[in-house]
């Protein structure tokens, strides 16, 4: 065994183990040069054996179906998770730890629900554990945040961090198609799974949320305390209303302390004024701003997805547990995440939060409709910014489209359901909250 | 002397220096939550004796005039240098690394021209030399390209790093105003010196740019050798010619590697499509661009100057420095900027780059003139994509904007050469070169 270079082993040949294992091949002096540090990929485990993937072909002794030949091989020191799920990733990986080796894993979805767990079995057994490549693929936020953000008091983060959404609600703006259409079209070529649940419905962008909160804020918040919308309801009416006003509709996943020191924790569609950098990132492209006390507004844009962007990331996670080897550190946990525990920041509900928000009822074209919706809004204390009303949708109904100024989440539920029971309204209302404070 | 808690000295308490004794003071429990160090801030030199700046008073034996009781201090463990200039740093850092102190700077001036001295100095001593906040303030871009990039060939880079050239250019595409003038409000905002050669010259963005490519290369390459223009002569008919062509003028830092492993390095404003994120930067923001191999397309945003976006690089810095001292980490040098000697990598004169033109002549208004331009042009194989005309100057002469596909700059020089000598041109040529692979 050379001690001189590092050995890695990976737990899934899928799209993403397979950009690993090229950058690791095919890359090797590069990454020597760039870091100072030698690795050697070994092992690749994976449920059929193919000896190729597209683009490489490994030796025939590098690749096993059983996950054992990794983590417990004396011969690997970092384990490279990437089947993703739930319960055989969560036993490999402790494994593995337990075994004293390092891991890097990019499995948001294992990490949002056991990531104080796991992380606390990698204290525990002095080994690093790094997840770059969970959120926001190849864009270094991860690490911006554990080491470049420290002396700020994060004030607020708000993500692009679905790609399939982003790819999505782009070609919706771009194109006259709706959601179906779109999403037949985003399935066809690749960017949404054929079950598009996870992505569409926002539970993905939730759980890379609740990564970024636990970093920001040290706070393991779960995922089902978060507010969660997809954007399944989104039509082209909406699309083209919110362009017409200066916006653009973009799935956010957005994280806020509040005054009295709680955090917002949601993922719902957003309006963003239609000039502002994050209103502008487009296609299947992931962007996060992050509002520090101390730097300010800033912005991390990159592909949040695919094989060697996110294989980039892998690899970097990759090269900083191989330098913490060589340079015998035992581990160089995230302390946030550690602390979760003891946090006292509690999640601020959705009810609480005050907005900005637009609203597109469906109301019958007569004198007096406006002035009893808004007569409703005034008694909630919700005041109006601008109205637009469209021409008729057919004889007698019409769309008015109203962007109310900050308002309270609470009384705008409590207001429209009063002006969902008047007899001019015709069918639910459709509302969208605004997120001014990214207009950079 | 408190054993777990970091020593900090500052040589310097001007802006950047003011924010860091902030951070230092006001922010410590957050900054040991965050990063599990406690850091100290024990003394700062300055050359006069105020107790306070604006916003914090400091314990009058922290305040001394001698760089001594920093630098020879057996007390402190990490200098932060913010004095600026080269002579005195680079005695001071030097001295202090000597010392086996880890050293933190801002200063790209001294790193441009003597970096790679200091890094072997520090590498021998065993400590490391920090330097985020030297290039684009508060974004993280150092790090990003020292450990996020690792696995990537760095296929090029694109910085607005000059603050005070962004502003006076976004101020110049929103208002009429001519350089002069925004020069003048520049300065009595305090965006810009009162010598502001090394700001509009593109001196200090080329200082920048040499160190992204030392990191992103491992090569050092003398800011002597890069092609540099400022923007003192954008005048608002560029920008309005600029704009009406679809195009936004920046000053851009760019460095790309060429296909024969060399490194194109220049400064110059650019022309970029007006609906790209990086034309959309604005004010005194930066925002660098880098394209990997693996990653992709990559930006990176915030403020690039300023107390505190600045002060939180150098307090990441301190905290690095400081958590390498807590593990018992010798150094955590970075490899590239010590292997520059050994590099093979050599730059490519501005001479041999290929790109895009933006040409305007002042010529007579009468038949043929096109025609004999294009027609040196072509001799030369230079095409063209696009030409306007506009109204008449005076009565005689009209200002002719040429677009120009790619072309080898050589070959426009010595076509601009031989369009001056016609009769029909008078006066100069603008030309300013358009970046179209930035048009994400």
């Not at 969660?228 to 699309?239: A, F, K, L, M, R």
Request: net charge negative.
């Amino acid at each position: 065994m050379d001690k001189s270079s590092i050995n890695i082993g990976i737990l899934g040949w899928g799209t993403v183990g397979t950009g690993v294992s090229k950058i690791l091949v095919n890359q090797n002096a590069l990454i020597s040069k760039n870091s100072g540090v030698q690795l050697s990929l070994k092992k690749v485990v994976k449920r059929t054996l193919p000896a190729s993937r597209h683009g490489i072909k490994l030796p025939d002794d590098f690749l096993t179906t059983d996950p054992a030949d990794v983590v417990d091989n004396p011969e690997i020191d970092i384990v490279v998770e990437l089947i993703g799920g739930i319960a055989d990733a969560q036993s490999l990986i402790k494994r593995a730890i337990r075994n004293g080796k390092h891991v890097v894993t990019a499995n948001k979805a294992l990490l949002a629900e056991y990531g104080g767990e796991l992380f606390q079995l990698a204290q525990k057994h002095q080994v690093s554990l790094n997840f770059e490549a969970s959120t926001a693929g190849g864009i270094p936020i991860i690490k911006t945040l554990q080491e470049s953000f420290t002396a700020n008091q994060i004030q607020s983060i708000y993500g692009i961090v679905n790609g399939t959404c982003n790819y999505m609600l782009t070609e919706m703006h771009e194109s006259d198609v709706d959601f179906a259409n779109v999403l037949a079209d985003a399935q066809e070529k690749g960017y949404a799974e054929a079950d598009p649940t996870l992505d569409v419905e926002g539970i993905d962008a939730a759980q890379k949320l609740s990564l970024l909160i636990a970093l920001a804020y040290g706070v393991n918040i779960p995922v089902d305390q978060f507010h969660v919308e997809g954007i399944t309801d989104i039509s082209q009416q909406e699309i083209q209303y919110s362009r017409e006003l200066g916006y653009v509709i973009k799935l956010l996943a957005i994280a806020k302390l509040t005054d009295d020191n709680r955090v917002e924790a949601r993922v719902h569609p957003t309006l963003l004024p239609d000039r502002s950098l994050l209103a502008n990132v487009n296609g299947a492209y992931n962007a996060v701003c992050v509002i520090g006390s101390a730097v300010g507004p800033t912005l991390f844009y990159g592909q949040g997805a695919g094989e060697m962007p996110t294989a980039s990331a892998v690899v970097a996670d990759i090269i900083d547990a191989a330098k913490s080897i060589q340079l015998g550190i035992s581990s160089h946990i995230s302390h946030a995440w550690l602390d979760n525990a003891h946090s006292e920041i509690a999640v601020c509900p959705i009810d609480d939060i005050e907005t900005r928000y637009y609203l597109r009822f469906v109301v019958i074209d007569k004198p007096g409709v406006l002035a009893s919706i808004c007569s409703i809004l005034g008694n909630y204390d919700i005041s109006i910014a601008s109205v637009v009303q469209k021409e008729p949708h057919d004889t007698e109904t019409v769309s008015l489209m109203l962007l109310t100024h900050h308002a309270r989440e609470k009384n705008m539920k409590d207001a429209l359901e009063k002006i969902l029971k008047l007899e001019v309204v015709k069918g639910g209302a459709k509302l969208i909250r605004i997120e001014e404070e990214v207009a950079f």
